[in-house]
């Protein structure tokens, strides 16, 4: 093999090399960054595995907030309430302002990880409007909904689509 041929070779295999190792870099620091929705029934029935049942994993708990479950310390920004899928019940308990939007009864996500039986959360994200649900809890709340023979909403709210938002027919020219 004459020089430049070498050359050439030993270039493309660094070049090889350096996407193989980039490619592996950006899959783990993504895998890390994950966080994935668990509903406090597959969290109690250990569907979300080990790393979350023992705190080893963040990740995003969603429901609705219990009704009557909210409590807060006095002196202190802690907030505890549970979270249920209509299965389950999670404690959560949160140091920080809630959201403006944050009420009983309504849709809510938030992040953090298990402490024993309790969720402890790092961020809690409230719905944005009277119909709006993220699309994943509404998804897991429709399956709870089926197990339970809780009749289907109908129109946007049914879709977990904002009333304000739902497409809308384009004027005629």
Known sequence: MNPTRKRRLVLVLLLLAAAVAATALVTLALQRNVAYLYTPSEILADEAGAKVKTGDAV??????????????????????????????????????????LFREKQAVV???????????????????????????VADKMGLAHKKHNVPEATGAAAAGTPAATAPMPMPER
């Open 110 to 136: 938030a992040t953090g990880r298990m402490d024993g039986q309790i969720f402890i959360a790092e961020q809690v994200l409230a719905k944005h409007d009277e119909t709006y649900v993220p699309k994943e």
């Open 59 to 100: 990740f995003r708990l969603g429901g609705m907030v219990a009704a009557d479950s909210l409590q807060r310390a006095e002196g202190s920004m802690e907030a505890r309430f549970k979270v249920t899928d209509g299965d389950g019940e999670l404690e959560v308990r949160y140091t920080g302002i809630l959201p403006d």
